[in-house]
């Protein structure tokens, strides 16, 4: 492991995250994201939007809960008797971790997470963490070697607060490192895609408006067969030997109609 003097928000942090590949992002890559999809992602990191995705990363969750996060580290400290201090961490070329806490001997590191009324109940009813967030911990733990990360979910005080260990997992170590071997394979071969408009449909032969004149439960008058005549009509109208993508819209418009 290898530790790196940045900070949080500063050009250096942003080129760090830019060329590594973040623990926060272990759960997108793995396509669990809630929040960013695993194509999002490749996006972000093959052009110039990393920028963008670091600032709205930074503005969003980083300076957001800095000050929370800040109060539920001091209470963890006081528990354990111990320093916590937030480190960037890298392990080879590409794997980073910016913990939110880690013990001066390695053992501990700790994330932090503001309080969530969905992840805590979950936490509780399960003893363990939602797929969304787990990656994160393991590659914390995968980076950094420590032998745990204590989960906290609060808002900064002893009322809203759930804690949960969690321990190296061999199992997602390899998910997560065969993971990221293949999106550095998708990141070498990824073009941006540029789609062109969808072609507007065909105007639509109208049918006759249905109507149906009744008398108690008996059907007195209308046009139903004429309706019917028209129905099929229009249903053998439809192409069904799809090529273009002018079929496709077309025969889409004529289903929902």
């Excluded at 053992?107 to 979950?122: D, P, R, T, V």
């Excluded at 009813?125 to 032998?147: F, R, W, Y």
């Amino acid at each position: 492991m290898q530790t790196h003097n940045l900070k949080q928000g500063e050009k250096d942090w942003n080129e760090f995250r830019a060329s590594h590949f973040g623990a926060s992002e272990a759960a997108a890559m793995l396509g669990l994201s809630k929040d960013l999809t695993r194509n999002d992602l490749l996006l972000y990191k093959s052009t110039g939007k990393s920028k963008e995705y670091s600032d709205w990363v930074q503005k969003n969750i980083l300076d957001y809960g800095h000050e929370v996060e800040a109060l539920a580290r001091e209470l963890l400290e006081s528990e354990l008797g111990a320093e916590l201090y937030p480190v960037t961490c890298s392990d080879g070329m590409f794997l980073s971790a910016s913990c939110d806490g880690l013990t001066i001997d390695g053992n501990i590191a700790f994330e932090h997470k503001q309080w969530s009324a969905y992840l805590a109940n979950h936490i509780i009813e399960n003893q363990s963490l939602p797929d969304s967030h787990m990656p994160q911990c393991q590659q914390i733990l995968l980076v950094t070697g420590a032998k745990r990360v204590i989960f906290v979910c609060s808002n900064g005080t002893e009322k809203n607060r759930v804690v949960i260990d969690v321990y190296p997992d061999k199992l997602w170590f390899d998910r997560i490192k065969s993971g990221w071997e293949q999106f550095e394979k998708d990141l070498e071969m990824y073009e941006q895609k540029e789609f062109d408009d969808k072609p507007e449909p065909a105007a639509i032969m109208q049918l006759p408006a249905l109507s149906v004149y009744t008398k108690g439960d008996i059907a007195v008058h209308g046009n139903l067969d004429a309706f019917k005549e028209a129905s099929d009509k229009y249903i053998a109208s439809i192409n069904k030997d799809l090529k273009t993508d002018e079929d496709f819209v077309n025969a889409e418009a004529a289903i929902k109609r």
